[in-house]
T-cell receptor
């Protein structure tokens, strides 16, 4: 399995609090991605990174920010969590550009009350 | 129209059956295609890449039809352990490093 670790694995928090999810990889892959998965919507891209300090928005980026200060770490932050951000969050990595598959971490189950 | 579409199922088949899933995509510039398997409450795992000439891995066969813009996954001799959701994924464009995922097709294999 690809060396991807997400933390925390589970989190329950309250509306309005900041939340940071961490994705750590040991594969030295250039590309990293954050997705959320919800019933009826499948996997939706939140943000992605194509290198250290190089990030861009995905299709559902509102309310989320990311940072990548090292190749191995990609952080996803919910500045002020809302109940609509209750979801399962997956990090993925890819070694190349077009043509390469992505490999996923175990996921973080986030509940916002 | 969604960029990548799959029949959500569920497909309920007996052990030993052959089952096929299709996945249609809208961007004719897409060049790379994949099938993933996702078990309940788990992460998606790469099942196989889909090549232009078609490819086979044991009981699994993947094919690409560029003219009609769909990919397919055929599972022969279904096992109980094949029960899962199968996601197709398509690269957004010719050189894109973003994947667009279908919502998945659920397969239930019964004894």
């Amino acid at each position: 399995d690809a060396g991807i670790t997400q933390s925390p694995r589970h989190k329950v928090t309250e509306t309005g609090t900041p939340v940071t999810l961490r994705c750590h990889q040991t594969e030295n892959h250039r590309y990293m991605y954050w997705y959320r998965q919800d019933p009826g919507h499948g996997l939706r891209l939140i943000h992605y990174s194509y290198g250290v300090k190089d990030t861009d928005k995905g299709e559902v980026s509102d309310g989320y920010s990311v940072s990548r200060s090292k190749t191995e770490d990609f952080l996803l932050t919910l500045e002020s969590a809302t109940s609509s951000q209750t979801s399962v969050y997956f990090c993925a990595i890819s070694g190349g550009g077009g043509g390469q598959p992505q490999h996923f971490g175990d996921g973080t189950r986030l509940s916002i009350l | 129209r969604k960029e990548v579409e799959q029949d959500p199922g569920p497909f309920n088949v007996p052990e030993g059956a052959t089952v096929a899933f299709n996945c249609t995509y809208s961007n004719s510039a897409s060049q790379s295609f994949f099938w993933y398997r996702q078990d309940c409450r788990k992460e998606p795992k790469l099942l196989m890449s889909v090549y232009s000439s078609g490819n086979e891995d044991g009981r699994f066969t993947a094919q690409l039809n560029r003219a009609s813009q769909y990919i397919s996954l055929l599972i022969r001799d279904s096992k109980l352990s094949d029960s899962a959701t199968y996601l197709c994924a398509v690269h957004e464009g010719d050189s894109s490093y973003k994947l667009i995922f279908g919502s998945g097709t659920r397969l239930l294999v019964r004894p």
